[in-house]
């Protein structure tokens, strides 16, 4: 067990709203990503954090923003949400060079 | 770029049947494998990996090997069991990459 915590599991929500998902971890490790899993493409990467306000893009990063104010909390935020991103987002942290996932957090954009 | 190219599914075995699920891969550097599975409704847990060519990764029956010269990293099972009905996702990670690059994901569905 990492360790690893996203909230909200579940979450349903319009076009054009605000969204932040968070993903909180207990065991201090630097590396931080958020990745997206839809049928047909596997897991993409998002964004991924190296550090405390250290963060770069990855594979699928339009319509998306992260933030890490503190070494525990990677916050994924979709300002404009779209029937698109409709998806399940997992956090992940790196440990000894393999990654370790958290539960999940589904989203759905209507 | 980096990719891999897993075997599309879903694959549907009866208990006790053996077990194969192709996986070939594009890479620059010398990248680690790595074999993770889903089960419904949870996140991703590593099933095994291995970081050179040639490595035999391991664990609960499953067994894939580092091929470099075909660029493959194939899993493989003796005699599978409904509990191991889940999704598989071949995945590598790069020379002094951060992330993980993934398959599209195979299920596995066992029937008694």
């Known amino acids: 067990d990492a360790g690893i915590t996203q909230s909200p599991r579940h979450k349903v929500t319009e076009t054009g709203t605000p969204v932040t998902l968070r993903c909180h971890q207990t065991?201090?490790?630097?590396?931080m990503y958020w990745y997206r899993q839809d049928p047909g493409h596997g897991l993409r990467l998002i964004h991924y954090s190296y550090g405390v306000k250290d963060t770069d893009k990855g594979e699928v990063s339009d319509g998306y923003s992260v933030s890490r104010s503190k070494t525990e909390d990677f916050l994924l935020t979709l300002e404009s949400a779209t029937s698109s991103q409709t998806s399940v987002y997992f956090c992940?942290?790196?440990?000894?060079?393999?990654?370790?996932f958290g539960e999940g957090s589904r989203l759905t954009v209507l | 770029g980096d990719s891999v190219t897993q075997m599309e599914g879903p694959v549907t075995l009866s208990e006790e049947a053996f077990l194969t699920i192709n996986c070939t891969y594009t890479a620059t550097g010398y990248p680690s494998l790595f074999w993770y599975v889903q089960y419904p409704g949870e996140g991703l847990q590593l099933l095994l990996k291995a970081t050179k060519a040639d490595d035999k990764g391991s664990n609960k029956g499953f067994e894939a090997t580092y091929r470099k010269e075909t660029t493959s990293f194939h899993l493989e099972k003796g005699s599978v069991q409904v509990s191991d009905s889940a999704v598989y996702f071949c995945a590598l990670s790069d020379t002094g990459a951060n992330n993980l690059f993934f398959g599209t994901g195979t299920r596995l569905t066992v029937i008694p």
């Open positions: 065991e201090n490790h630097r590396y």
């Open positions: 992940a942290i790196s440990q000894a060079g393999e990654l370790f």
